[in-house]
């Protein structure tokens, strides 16, 4: 499936519904804005499926969590996190969501699919 993309020089729209999700380190991943739209961060629509602990190197994430409840793993610590919460992600801390959650994350700056280093 295409992605359905309706721009004009000033703004983008995207509707999730039309963007065909695949699976990436954290679960099933529907980029909204990519690197390639140009914009200065982007934004994914996931839902965590067994997420796999990791960092980014360059990218700092936001974690906004629109649906379920569950623990985010970062670096040493343990937070419960659930529906409306929100969670700052510095580059550089390992990182993972454990639960059925879904999520709307912001990675600045853009190119954090290029940037993801597992370690588990």
């Known amino acids: 499936?295409?992605?359905?993309?309706?721009?004009?020089?000033?703004f983008l729209r995207r509707d999730p519904a039309e963007v065909q999700p695949w699976a990436e380190t954290c679960g099933q991943i529907r980029p909204l804005i990519e690197a390639v739209d140009g914009a200065a961060a982007e934004v994914?629509?996931?839902?965590?499926?067994?997420?796999?602990?990791?960092?980014?190197a360059k990218t700092d994430e936001i974690y906004y969590i629109i649906a379920g409840q569950g623990t985010m793993v970062l670096d040493d610590e343990t937070i419960e996190v659930h529906q409306g919460v929100v969670v700052y992600?510095?580059?550089g801390v390992?990182?993972?969501?454990?639960?059925?959650?879904?999520?709307?994350?912001?990675?600045?700056?853009?190119?954090?699919?290029?940037?993801?280093?597992?370690?588990?």
């Open 94 to 120: 390992k990182h993972k969501a454990i639960g059925k959650l879904t999520v709307l994350t912001v990675c600045i700056p853009r190119g954090v699919l290029d940037d993801i280093h597992e370690v588990e």
């Open 1 to 10: 499936m295409e992605h359905v993309i309706r721009t004009t020089a000033r």
């Open 89 to 91: 992600v510095p580059r």
């Open 44 to 56: 994914h629509h996931v839902e965590i499926d067994h997420a796999k602990l990791h960092y980014h």
